[in-house]
């Protein structure tokens, strides 16, 4: 049972350009959204979290959009760089208690210089 | 890596081995998880821990037991190793109040021949 679905499974983008990743969930008991980044050989470092209260999250370069709604919510990477070349995975859980962690399945992101 | 070490960091071993990965933390947090990352899975929960001597089963639980024995060390049992338990194993910590952030150790490679 796939609680989190993540699109597209691959992804190039050129540098300079706007790299998008979705994710979708299915259970509305979720209230925290993380997406993590993780380069070859290295654990997954968390990127950026998003909580359901608010629609949109940015830091830096990165934006969350978040829609409750549609139980949607997407990874947007502004002016992509060589160095965001990795795999995002986005993940869903409930805070209350043990805070178990449901992943996408992945994207592996490429930027062309 | 938030003070996170695991070892060995690669092992291969043959089916029907017992084997058992470690993963130690420096900062007594008291949420600690294991994960396995397969292709096309994303991550998955193990078994995760919310104190000493406190474990309780994740997702793909079946073949594998844990203890917790002290605060800073979590420990991943494969009681009889199956070629399916290949993949690549990681720890995560989560600090014990006001926070939501999961940090993930640089992960264990292990191959079951």
């Known amino acids: 049972q796939q609680q989190v679905k993540q699109s597209p499974q691959s992804l190039i983008v050129q540098k300079g350009g706007i790299s998008i990743i979705n994710c979708a969930y299915e259970?509305?008991?979720?209230?925290?959204f993380p997406w993590y980044q993780q380069f070859p050989g290295k654990g997954p470092a968390l990127l950026i979290a998003?909580?359901?209260?608010?629609s949109e999250k940015k830091e830096g370069r990165f934006t969350i959009s978040f829609n409750k709604s549609a139980k949607q919510f997407s990874l947007h990477i502004m002016d992509s760089q060589p160095g965001d070349s990795a795999t995002y995975f986005c993940?869903?859980?409930?805070?209350?208690?043990?805070?178990?962690?449901?992943f996408g399945q992945g994207t592996r992101l490429t930027i062309n210089p | 890596d938030a003070g996170i070490t695991q070892s060995p960091r690669h092992k291969v071993t043959e089916t029907g081995t017992p084997v058992t990965l470690r993963c130690h933390q420096t900062?007594?947090?008291?949420?600690m998880y294991w994960y396995r990352q397969d292709p096309g899975h994303g991550l998955r929960l193990i078994h995760y821990?919310?104190?000493?001597?406190?474990?309780d089963k994740g997702e793909v639980s079946d073949g594998y037991s844990v203890s917790r024995s002290k605060t800073e060390d979590f420990l991943l049992t494969l009681e009889s190793a199956t070629s399916s338990q290949t993949s690549v194993y990681f720890c995560?910590?989560?600090?014990?109040?006001?926070?939501?952030?999961?940090?993930f150790g640089p992960g264990t490679r292990l191959t079951v021949t």
């Open positions: 821990s919310y104190g000493v001597k406190d474990t």
């Open positions: 993940a869903a859980s409930i805070t209350q208690g043990a805070q178990k962690l449901v």
């Open positions: 259970n509305t008991a979720f209230d925290y």
């Open positions: 900062e007594n947090h008291r949420y």
């Open positions: 998003i909580r359901p209260d608010v």
């Open positions: 995560a910590i989560k600090e014990t109040s006001g926070s939501y952030e999961q940090y």
